[in-house]
């Protein structure tokens, strides 16, 4: 289900299994537990975050980003219980002059289909948000999990390219 404010303003995302919602600075502690997480953080291109300081950092980045294009990376629940489970959404990606697709998850939450299910909810408001008709998404090569993910909800390989210092996969949505 989709909810948009009264200003078409995109303030909450759910799926079958999970709430995804703007961030915001209170929930620090709980995102540090997967942000610091070497595990969890293994194909991010700067590696895990050391300290919680650098958490709230990104995640006021993340609320800049919001306010600035009206969507970000999202603190994603467990629908049942309300618990933070990882994080999900576009953030603008200068080098590739689009938006790039990210999403990462608790280990204890992983090959349960739920990267696939919130990453498609994403996927699906192309069709109603412009600016991410053109959206786009990269890993590792080694990073199985995470092709899976873009293959099933219908990214397609586009290039090998080097991006942020990693060796990367590019995916591009097909044109419509
Ligand atoms: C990548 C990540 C988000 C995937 O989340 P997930 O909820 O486990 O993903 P899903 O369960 O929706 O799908 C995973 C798919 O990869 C497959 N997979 C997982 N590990 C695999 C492995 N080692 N070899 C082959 N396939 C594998 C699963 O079988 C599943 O495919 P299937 O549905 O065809 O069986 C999760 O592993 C994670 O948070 N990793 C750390 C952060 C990260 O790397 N994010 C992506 C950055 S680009």
Not at 49 to 73: N, W
Not at 99 to 109: H, I, N
Request: aromatic share 12%.
């Amino acid at each position: 289900m989709i909810k948009l404010g009264i200003a078409m303003q995109l303030t909450e995302l759910q799926t079958a299994r999970t709430i995804m919602r703007p961030f915001s600075e209170a929930d620090a502690i709980e995102a540090f537990s997967w942000f610091g997480d070497p595990a969890v953080m293994k194909f991010t291109p700067h590696g895990p975050d050391t300290t919680l300081e650098s958490t709230i950092e990104r995640i006021k980045h993340y609320l800049e980003h919001q306010s600035k294009h009206g969507y970000a990376k999202w603190i994603i629940r467990e629908r049942n219980s309300m618990k933070p489970i990882g994080d999900a959404g576009p953030m603008y990606f200068p080098e590739c002059e689009s938006f790039e697709l990210g999403y990462r998850l608790l280990p204890g939450y992983w090959n349960k289909g739920l990267a696939t299910e919130v990453a498609l909810a994403w996927v699906q408001l192309r069709f109603q948000i412009p600016g991410l008709m053109n959206l786009m998404a990269f890993t590792h090569p080694e990073n199985v999990a995470s092709i899976r993910v873009l293959e099933k909800v219908g990214f397609n390989f586009s290039h090998r390219d080097h991006l942020m210092g990693m060796d990367s996969m590019v995916f591009k949505m097909p044109n419509l």
